[in-house]
């Protein structure tokens, strides 16, 4: 077979294998999903996975599409660490307390250097998109050659200008894919039309044809063995690859074109379906991930925030927690759906966990009010803490502690202390007053004994005796000059007593007035004893009666006059005189009484 024969062959075979589907799917696209499928980052820290994204960035000068795939691994095992940390941090942060130091974020190292890899890509993309466009000028320049030596008639002249041309061609990388399809089918309809022209010999078109089918043999058997390959992404890149070597090599004898070609086709779709059938797994596996995920968004979206016990809003706490960790869980959504449902549940969290900051804002403000109040408390008690008035500074005490239980909690920080500091002060008071009491308790239990036994000795006197009176005197006094008594024993101590000295009275028959004021004397002190309202009381009661019975003097002393007018004059002037004289004797002993009250207070004082 001479060289026009093979060359004709060649372009006969290059029309036929135009018309092959192969998956839109871009080598490109594959090498960025298959790059890294062997390599395990998820053992690396935050650290070393930014590192290591920036040496592969640093190091590669060209084709960073080739590295995305990798990159995208190491972003995806950097966010879940780093995604991790913050959570764990939230949560350290929950579980300190509202009135804990707020822990401060980490920051986020690798998004820079990401941020590196995609101006890098998108720079590379839009110089390829720049070569692609030289190339297919380059190549639709080669075309109108071709065009030229297809319509010269003198093709066998020709045959190495042709060969030049498609060396080049070769040569030239690669163009737009909107521009491909039509590119090729234009060079091989001239390469065909320029061939059919050629006259030359067989032989080398044979040999041509021989050496053709030999390497597409070679590149069906590499197909086939990816039909059982365990990454089937990795066996599509490749396919993509054997597909571009298929194109490059030439063309076959007519009498093998289809069945070399049909092999080639049956070995891709197996590969191309079992890529499909992978990344359908993977979407299906996504699409169950997002439900998965919308669910839990539907939840925390549900949750109330507008609760107002401490208690409700802990436990919905842990309830977001226990989502969060569930989210977790769940790997990745669509692609063009992750980002978004991401977003949706994040903002649900930080719905709730804003209010909540809001609920336990106000608590604490309504806390640091109370606070103020108890420390007001404090300072009103500790005043009163070393206070002798043992009635006022108790009821203002009692009142105090009233009131402090009308207030709210505060701070726990702060809760123990305010307390303490308070019930201190009330302590301090009452255990002084106590003691008082207990110190008083005992003196008027001795004072009770002693006035019994003046009582009894009273009692035991011998009125025959010479200087009896005055020792009557001598106990009464000395009766009177003891202190107080317990006061449920007050009345009756001083009843047995005045039951007492009356009988003596009685017995040495002394003038009643005297009688009256030695009694009114012996009396006196306990009116004193009862405080100045008793007393005052006690002077009212006298001054009303001098004001009575000097009203009465007057008007007796008036009627005398009325009476001498009278028939019986004498006898009523006479019995006037008597009253008039009883008035001035009862005002007299009243009068005795007033001073002998003051004669008290003054010995009181």
């Known amino acids: 077979m001479n060289r026009l024969e093979e060359n004709d062959s060649q372009v006969v075979e290059s029309t036929s294998t135009g018309s092959v589907a192969v998956e839109t799917v871009s080598v490109e696209s594959a090498s960025e999903q298959a790059s890294a499928a062997n390599i395990d980052y998820s053992g690396k820290s935050e650290s070393e996975l930014v590192n290591l994204a920036s040496v592969i960035i640093s190091s590669t000068e060209s084709n960073y599409s080739a590295i995305k795939f990798d990159i995208e691994q190491i972003k995806d095992n950097y966010y879940k660490k780093f995604n991790r940390r913050v959570d764990e941090i939230r949560k350290a942060q929950q579980d300190a307390g509202e009135d804990a130091e707020p822990i401060e974020l980490p920051v986020d190292e690798f998004k820079p250097v990401y941020s590196v890899f995609q101006t890098k890509r998108n720079e590379e993309k839009k110089k390829k998109e720049e070569e692609e466009k030289a190339n297919l000028d380059a190549k639709r320049e080669l075309i109108e050659k071709l065009k030229e030596l297809a319509a010269a008639g003198e093709a066998h002249h020709s045959i190495n200008e042709c060969r030049d041309i498609q060396a080049k061609w070769k040569s030239i990388g690669r163009v737009p894919q909107s521009d491909s399809e039509q590119v090729n089918s234009d060079y091989k309809l001239w390469i065909e039309h320029f061939y059919d022209n050629l006259k030359t010999e067989n032989e080398l078109r044979d040999f041509d044809f021989k050496k053709n089918l030999k390497d597409k043999e070679i590149l069906c058997d590499k197909a086939e063995s990816l039909a059982n390959a365990s990454n089937v992404v990795e066996a599509f890149k490749t396919l993509q690859t054997l597909h571009e070597m298929w194109k490059e090599t030439g063309p076959v004898a007519p009498e093998h074109r289809e069945e070399i070609w049909e092999r080639f086709k049956a070995a891709s779709n197996v590969v191309n379906k079992n890529h499909r059938d992978f990344f359908e797994k993977v979407h299906a596996k996504e699409e169950e991930n997002l439900a998965a995920k919308t669910k839990l968004c539907e939840e925390v979206e549900a949750v109330d925030i507008n609760m107002t016990s401490t208690k409700a809003w802990q436990d919905k706490s842990e309830f ?162 003891v202190g107080h008594v317990p006061f449920e024993q007050k009345d009756a101590v001083y009843k047995e007593y005045k039951k007492t000295i009356d009988a003596v009275f009685e017995k040495f028959a002394k003038d009643k007035s005297k ?44 009627n005398i006059g009325f009476f001498s007018r009278s028939k019986n004059a004498s006898s009523l002037v006479a019995e006037m005189q008597t009253k008039i004289e009883k008035l001035k004797q009862e005002k007299k002993v009243v009068l005795e009484k007033l001073a002998i009250l003051d004669e008290n207070l003054d010995n009181e004082d």
């Not at 006196?524 to 001054?543: C, F, T």
């Open 515 to 558: 009688n009256k004021l030695d009694l009114y004397r012996t009396g006196v002190q306990n009116i004193v004893a009862g405080g100045a309202s008793r007393v005052n009381n006690e002077r009212k009661r006298l001054m009303k009666q001098i004001e009575v019975l000097s009203g009465e003097i007057h008007t007796a002393e008036n």
């Open 320 to 481: 977001i927690l226990s989502v969060q960790e569930q989210w977790k869980k769940i790997g990745y959504a669509p692609k063009k759906d992750n980002d978004k449902i991401y977003e949706r549940f994040r903002a649900a969290c930080d719905r709730f966990f804003n209010a909540k900051n809001e609920f336990f804002r106000s608590i604490r403000e309504s806390q640091s009010d109370n606070l103020a109040k108890k420390i007001a408390l404090c300072a009103k008690a500790e005043a009163l803490q070393d206070s002798d008035d043992w009635k006022g500074a108790s009821e203002t005490l009692t009142k105090l502690q009233q009131e402090w239980k009308t207030i709210g909690q505060v701070q726990r920080k702060n809760s123990d202390a305010v307390w303490k500091r308070f019930i201190g002060a009330c302590d301090k008071f009452f255990e002084r007053r106590n003691k008082y009491f207990k110190d008083q308790r005992q003196e008027e239990s001795q004072n009770l004994a002693k006035k019994k036994e003046l009582t009894e000795q009273i009692k035991n006197l011998d009125l025959e005796a010479e200087n009896s009176y005055d020792e009557f005197k001598n106990l009464i006094a000395q009766w009177n000059e």
